[in-house]
């Protein structure tokens, strides 16, 4: 590492990887792995590896003009 970031890497309060991901509802389980070589590097450089799940995202709402729902309609018949 350049000397001018290992300075600012070396003063930081947290070391960190952060991995994050989405969610979906499926497929209900899934595994990532890290290569060991990864966490011997994180571990090397006194840092650690975080992952942060984020929930799925709701169905979003259609966005427009709303509809007004049809009248019914009032027949009249009157007789001759």
């Known amino acids: 590492m350049p000397k001018t970031e290992r300075h ?5 309060k947290s070391r960190e990887f952060n ?6 509802t499926q ?11 990864t966490v011997k590097a994180a571990c090397d ?11 799925p995202e709701e ?5 427009g003009k709303r509809r007004a729902h049809p009248k019914k309609a009032v ?5 001759d």
Do not use: C, D, H
């Not at 006194?46 to 992952?51: D, K, L, N, Y």
């Not at 169905?59 to 966005?63: E, R």
């Open 8 to 12: 600012l890497w070396n003063a930081a």
């Open 19 to 24: 991995i994050g991901m989405q969610a979906g």
């Open 27 to 37: 497929p209900r389980s899934s595994e990532f792995a890290l290569a060991a070589e």
């Open 45 to 55: 450089l006194g840092a650690r590896i975080v992952f942060t799940v984020y929930a």
């Open 59 to 63: 169905p979003k709402k259609p966005v």
């Open 75 to 79: 027949v009249s018949v009157q007789g």
